[in-house]
């Protein structure tokens, strides 16, 4: 049986990720990019990685050529009307994404699959402008595409049972762990690893522990691979801020999305992180170095009021039927790396020791920010875990 011909549209580094993804597994790929100098950088970019793989011995020369011969840097989008399904990848921008999929649908075929990368559009608003919307859903991919292996599938309204079963398919061919989520704000990972971010700043705020300390924390107490403060500093301070404040618009300025003044200031200075060789940390040759403080206490403290959090906003997707248990998890653990499942962690921690420290958090602080979320209200209440 002969592969799917594989669109995609932006040659930046998502859409070189999917393109490598899709030609690894011997799909045929056209890359399409509106900017013909970035077509030449993202062939080079893309040599350069995999040749990269040949050092390491993680990859023949000759896996290498082929996966180069298959993708075919395109000018124009001709050949698009081969494809049986293109994922779009431009910038995460809603008329441009909107323009993008106008273009395609005069030129694919009748049953080609559109697919949008987005992180933060509703899908929903890209569809409103297909004249057939059903054939259109969101496949979202994390960076770097090739080895983060989640996939977020993002049926829209409009969306049919089998177009979410023909692109779930495919994307599952290519190695990938695909989770099937709701049109919903941050769709399961965005929103649900919110509290990661703003209950460390939060906690900042307040003064229980510095930055390098809360970073300990997480990282030797908690098992997470990275710290709040230096996934930031990775992500970039004005990009997850970005994130932040869209999903707290979108969710009609819930308490619980609430922004941070710390990264907003910290954006407005330029403080973005790596890229700008300082954010929360300093980087480069004379950055000087600051040293957590090992307090055992502190440290369990911070990690135990993010972990609620966390759990909290996990309950809440599935209370809202945004995916399941399984899939929360799934998520959490093959698209950031979370070291456990928040709902699985729930489980061993004893979901009323959970709901005792939101409770004490929303006693002590009158915020709605910390509301515990009635799907693990009621099942303590029951006497229910959330793996059975």
């Not at 050092?55 to 993708?71: A, S, T």
């Amino acid at each position: 049986m002969d592969r799917e011909i594989i669109g995609v549209v932006g040659a930046g580094t998502m859409g070189q990720g999917i393109a490598q993804v899709a030609a690894g597994c011997r799909h045929k790929v056209y890359l399409y990019d509106a900017y013909p100098d970035q077509l030449g950088k993202a062939r080079h970019a893309l040599r350069t990685t995999l040749q990269r793989q040949v050092k390491k011995d993680r990859m023949l020369q000759q896996e290498v050529d082929d996966i180069m011969d298959r993708i075919h840097f395109v000018e124009d989008l001709t050949g698009y009307g081969q494809c049986n399904l293109v994922v779009e990848a431009v910038v995460e921008d809603l008329k441009i994404k909107q323009d993008t999929f106008r273009r395609l649908e005069g030129i694919v075929s009748h049953d080609c699959i559109l697919a949008t990368n987005t992180s933060s559009l509703s899908i929903a608003s890209l569809s409103s402008v297909l004249k057939k919307p059903t054939r259109f859903l969101g496949t979202h991919f994390f960076n770097p595409a090739p080895r983060i292996p989640l996939v977020e599938i993002v049926p829209g309204l409009s969306t049919t049972a089998m177009t979410v079963k023909k692109a779930r398919t495919v994307v599952d061919g290519w190695d990938k762990c695909t989770v099937l989520a709701k049109d919903t704000p941050g769709f399961i990972v965005n929103r649900v690893a919110r509290p990661f971010y703003g209950e460390a700043l939060r906690q900042l705020e307040e003064g229980v522990a510095d930055v390098p300390t809360i970073d300990w924390a997480m990282k030797e107490i908690g098992g997470f691979k990275m710290g709040p403060f230096q996934l930031m500093d990775l992500i970039g301070n004005d990009i997850n801020y970005k994130v932040s404040k869209t999903i707290f618009e979108e969710f009609f300025y819930d308490p619980r999305f609430k922004p941070s003044f710390t990264q907003k200031r910290m954006v407005e200075a330029g403080h973005l992180g790596r890229k700008s060789g300082k954010g929360f940390y300093e980087y480069g040759d004379n950055a000087i170095k600051r040293d957590p403080i090992k307090d055992q206490d502190v440290g369990q403290q911070v990690v135990n009021r993010i972990l609620a959090m966390l759990i909290n906003e996990a309950a809440d997707a599935v209370f809202m039927n945004i995916a399941t248990v399984e899939e929360v998890d799934l998520a959490m653990t093959k698209g950031v790396q979370y070291p456990k499942g928040p709902l699985e962690w729930a489980d061993e921690l004893g979901l009323r020791n959970v709901l005792d420290r939101l409770t004490g958090l929303q006693t002590e602080y009158r915020e709605d920010r910390y509301r515990p979320n009635p799907l693990l209200k009621r099942m303590v209440r029951n006497n229910e875990p959330f793996y059975g």
